[in-house]
């Protein structure tokens, strides 16, 4: 039986971890995924368990929890008619693709070359929160044809590779293409639902050495992780909504900016042995 001190220790750092993803995706309009990565892997990392697989148990569980956040996201902006269920349809099949595959990859990947895609992509991610403009566009319309083909695997593919929803790319993606931003943000969250399902569906197949495990894993994707997050965001992020609509977002999302692209660094780091 796991330690019962150990067990305490981690449903603390999860209640901490949820509440704060909660506020940050009510407040910032962020997913919850570019939080939870790397405060999954500090904490299940501080408690002792690391090993080969550290990032994949912590990609599949972020993911897990994306499903319920992402499924709640979608039925509550289609009720406002937000969703544009035209970009779903299109883009849909090669995300899903592109999940799958990077299911595969991440499968096959050490922990350590895990962190450095993470670390990579997490800057680029932050450079764009921080100094991104509004009004910047690559087209009127969102790509079709061979551009789609092209474009919608790699949003499913380092969606995965980054444990995280279709947001941090997909609301960038669509903003470009001159879609109106709380038409992306609710389409998006479709994005979240194509790329979270095929690829927990994977993780959960993924065989984990039970020595370096966190208690109740299946799979790659733990359980009481999942389920402390999952109800920490929800009682949270109505939170971090008011708290948007009482002051400016813009220098906080900012400051997220900085914070995470000094996370995604120090992942950068570590997976360089520094």
Not at 22 to 49: K, R
Not at 188 to 194: P, T
Request: aromatic content about 8%; glycine content about 14%; some cysteine.
């Amino acid at each position: 039986m796991p330690d019962t001190m150990l067990l305490m220790q981690m449903l603390v750092l999860l209640l901490v971890i949820g509440a704060l993803a909660g506020v940050l995706a009510g407040l910032l309009g962020v997913g919850g995924g570019i939080v939870l990565v790397p405060s999954f892997f500090y904490a299940f990392q501080t408690l002792g368990y690391g090993g080969p697989q550290l990032m994949q148990m912590c990609l599949a569980t972020s993911l897990a929890t994306i499903i319920v956040t992402s499924v709640r996201s979608v039925l509550s902006h289609n009720k406002k008619g937000a969703v544009d269920w035209t970009i779903l349809r299109g883009w849909g099949p090669g995300i899903a693709l592109g999940a799958i595959v990077g299911v595969l990859v991440a499968s096959s990947l050490r922990s350590s070359t895990l962190q450095g895609l993470f670390g990579v992509l997490g800057v680029v991610i932050g450079l764009y929160l921080g100094f991104g403009k509004s009004e910047w566009r690559l087209g009127e319309a969102m790509p079709k044809g061979i551009r789609r083909a092209v474009v919608s695997p790699m949003v499913g593919f380092l969606s995965v590779l980054m444990g995280i929803g279709g947001g941090s790319f997909g609301v960038p993606l669509m903003s470009l293409y001159n879609t109106p931003i709380h038409r992306a943000v609710a389409t998006a969250a479709g994005f979240g639902v194509i790329i979270a399902v095929p690829s927990v569906a994977g993780f959960l197949l993924l065989p984990i050495d039970a020595a370096s495990r966190p208690p109740y894993t299946v799979g790659a994707v733990n359980i009481p992780a999942f389920l402390v997050v999952i109800a920490m965001t929800l009682s949270t992020a109505p939170l971090g909504v008011k708290l948007a609509h009482a002051m400016d977002p813009k220098p906080l999302r900012r400051v997220f900016a900085v914070f995470l692209t000094l996370v995604a660094l120090n992942m950068l780091r570590k997976a360089m042995g520094w």
